[in-house]
């Protein structure tokens, strides 16, 4: 049996309208923070999601699949539309996004008390939610241990300084970071992903992961980096791959006992074993997501099959 801590989750919901050439549109529940709070959730861990859902179709439909797994939803009482993205698949599953986005997140109870809080994507991007967001966040830190996920959207994002203001600020609240070498190469255009990775270590987090899709995805620790491969898998579309890798590695560093005021510590000396561990439940989880269509990651008997064929991880 999982232990019960508790986790939130802060951030948007987006209806991801999925359109591919000769066939009709589809509507999956999206956004990034969101995607993470129900994978979480289908992993068996008590999660709660503060974001904003409109009072309309694309806003109930995402309410009852993240009521599905389990996810506790909370919102501000704010009437905007819920947001809409428009995903566009090539042939090869590589998804492009155009957005439909109102975040105005105003300051709410969040249920708690709360062990850990994710957070990231566009509700730490675009104001006047941002704000209230980083607010929360700060507020919760002393008792809880924080993951950050840029999941950078160029098409709003602002202007790139401001971007990478708001990005630094995130990642040294933040325990834990995720991030794409995508989202790296907008956020730093003249620096390799992985130079940015290490100075964002420096910044105080214990681990950076950044992701590079079809070549795996690797931990930064100090003095110390483990890779891993990607999962062996045919891809489908990659919508929710991301998320769904930050999901398995909170779910793992979890059950390692690394999250949580009481777990920070330990979280600060994390060693190269225990991070392939966590690396290797990360890359298993995206891979069951990017085997089948839209963002739906794996429940607990998914992600064990997953990990009986998860690539090794190397330092």
Known sequence: MLDRLALLVIGECVADIVRLPGAADRIHPGGSPANVAYGLAR???DITLLTQLG????????RDHLVSAGVRVRTDGAD???PAAAVTLDDAGGATYTFDITWTL???ATGGPHQHVHTGSIATAVEPGAGTVLETVEALRPAATVSYDPNVRPDLMGDRTEAVRRAERCVALSDVVKASDED???LYPDEAPEKAAERWLR???AAVFV???????TAFLPGATVSAGAADVPVVDTVGAGDAFMSGALHALASYGLLGEQGRARLRSLDASTVGDVLRHAVASSGVTVGRAGALPPDEKELAAALTSAPVPER
């Open 43 to 45: 992993l068996g861990r």
């Open 55 to 62: 009072p309309d179709a694309n806003g109930r439909l995402i």
């Open 80 to 82: 905007a539309p819920t």
């Open 106 to 108: 105003a300051a709410a």
């Open 184 to 186: 790296l190469r907008w």
């Open 203 to 205: 910044a105080g987090p």
């Open 211 to 217: 992701t590079r899709g079809a070549d795996g995805a």
